[in-house]
């Protein structure tokens, strides 16, 4: 082979070896993405069921969280629109970590409910300052009060 | 073929006439990057409020979007410019896209790091394997692909021609990091500032992270100036217009 | 400006970020300068061994 061809030919591979690598990690992240999560109805389904460890998303049920005294040990509920799992987890929280919050925790399952080893708040990609939320939900309880006709709680007595 | 082109166009194509036009814009591209930079810094670090749920911690974006932003954007320029290299071995395109690599994976590197300092207290971790990290991780890879197999060869010529190819078979990734967060389950949320319909932001946000973005473009200009300047000067040490730069100098 | 420095208690978060920003384009931009100051310095050396050469050739005059 000629040095002209030869060299050609390592281009050709050091370019396939580098295009290999990029697809490969995007395949890889596609892999572990194509079950990023489930959520609780699917995982009620049972459609987490070959996987030892795996991930749960969904909302945290407003009031379930619940926080022991002496340990970094906590409970709660994660949700989605049809169904719920409750999870144990023992370590610190990230700052997010609320009711209503998005999470994603990795984990397993145990006796009926799910053993978190992480949990991961994601956040929406709105911005904006607390007094325009603030504002913003005022608004928004007002105009459900309107709508559904109930009359607000500081009602005349009979 | 080329008739379509301008002439003021053709001119620029050669590399003494690019290199004078590129020393003309370069001051006023730094100038306006860091005028625009400091209005952007204050407008973000001091007049916009804290955020409802993220508090003084979201102001990370406003170097965070600003360089995701150019990390792309740079891939694109670099891409197209690999075409014209490739396709009409005009000499000054090779440059362009050669040296815009540095500047994109300087972009793109910045991005991963802010946005890991970002994520470790509001997410929780400094990383993980969704759709939008990993195909930023795999941008810088390729920016650092299309560096090393440019410097691996002896005739740079060859080198550029092999790096452009690279960098044409990852122009798939760019709109793969931009809809990640659109076509799979990912842990970062989704796009805040939009082309088309209106953005999650309040405006006191938004103009500082829309200032930044016009003050990082000026700034790759800027950069791209002085790098093909400083490589045409290498690449065409041969002739006439540059010995009498190096005299030129000299004589100072 | 304490305030301001703490950033809200995120202070070990964003101004590392806002660093490193900084310095990686700073980086970026000093890298040509580098770079055009090594390139005339190997040129005008190139050029000056080439003057000598063609100096010294003019000095020993070749037979016709």
Redesign the interface.
């Known amino acids: 082979m000629n040095p002209t061809r030869k060299?050609r030919l390592i281009?050709v591979v050091?370019?396939l070896i580098?295009?290999a690598?990029?697809g490969g990690?995007?395949v890889?992240?596609?892999q572990?993405?194509m079950n990023?999560?489930f959520t609780p109805s699917q995982v009620q389904e049972g459609q987490a069921r070959s996987y030892k460890t795996f991930r749960l998303?969904g909302m945290v049920k407003e009031g379930s969280i619940q926080r022991s005294s002496d340990s970094l040990k906590v409970t709660f509920t994660v949700v989605d629109a049809d169904g719920a799992m409750p999870v144990e987890y023992t370590g610190?929280?990230?700052?997010?970590?609320r009711d209503n919050q998005s999470v994603?925790t990795t984990g397993h399952m145990e006796d009926g409910h799910f053993v978190a080893t992480?949990?991961?708040?994601?956040?929406?990609?709105?911005?904006?300052?607390?007094?325009?939320?603030?504002a913003m939900a005022k608004a928004h309880k007002g105009r459900k009060v309107a709508e559904t006709g109930d009359q607000p709680p500081a009602a005349t007595k009979p | 073929m080329s008739s379509w082109i301008p002439l003021w166009l053709h001119k620029l194509g050669s590399p003494p006439t690019f290199y004078r036009f590129a020393g003309k814009l370069r001051p006023w591209m730094l100038a306006l990057a860091i005028v625009l930079g400091l209005v952007a810094l204050y407008g973000g670090l001091v007049l916009a409020p804290p955020d409802y749920q993220q508090g003084d911690d979201y102001r990370i974006i406003f170097v965070h979007v600003p360089s995701a932003w150019m990390g792309l954007f740079i891939y694109g320029v670099m891409a197209v410019s690999a075409f014209i290299a490739l396709v009409w071995r005009i000499k000054l395109a090779e440059v362009v896209a050669m040296e815009s690599a540095p500047i994109g994976a300087a972009f793109t590197l910045i991005t991963l790091v802010t946005g890991s300092l970002w994520g470790v207290r509001m997410w929780g971790t400094w990383w993980t394997w969704d759709a939008r990290l990993t195909s930023e991780l795999v941008l810088l890879f390729l920016y650092l692909g299309v560096i090393g197999l440019y410097h691996a060869f002896e005739d740079r010529r060859q080198g550029a021609r092999a790096a452009a190819f690279l960098a044409l078979i990852g122009i798939i990734n760019v709109p793969i990091v931009h809809f990640s967060v659109n076509w799979w389950n990912t842990l970062h949320q989704g796009s805040t500032v939009r082309l088309f319909g209106p953005s999650t932001m309040t405006d006191s946000m938004i103009w500082p992270l829309l200032t930044m973005m016009v003050a990082t473009k000026c700034y790759y200009v800027f950069s791209l100036c002085s790098r093909v300047r400083a490589d045409l000067l290498a690449l065409e040490g041969g002739k006439d217009w540059v010995r009498q730069i190096a005299a030129g100098e000299s004589a100072r | 400006m304490n305030q301001f420095l703490a950033m809200g208690g995120y202070a070990v978060y964003v101004w590392p970020a806002y660093a490193v920003f900084l310095v990686v384009l700073l980086a970026d931009a000093l890298a040509p300068v580098l770079r055009r100051r090594r390139v005339l310095r190997e040129l005008r050396g190139r050029l000056a061994r080439q003057a000598a050469r063609q100096q010294r050739h003019a000095d020993t005059p070749t037979d016709a």
């Open positions: 060299r281009i050091m370019v580098a295009a690598v990029a990690l995007t890889f992240a596609l572990q993405n990023y999560l998303g610190i929280l990230p700052d997010l970590f994603i992480e949990v991961l708040a994601k956040h929406d990609e709105t911005y904006m300052p607390k007094e325009l939320k603030d």
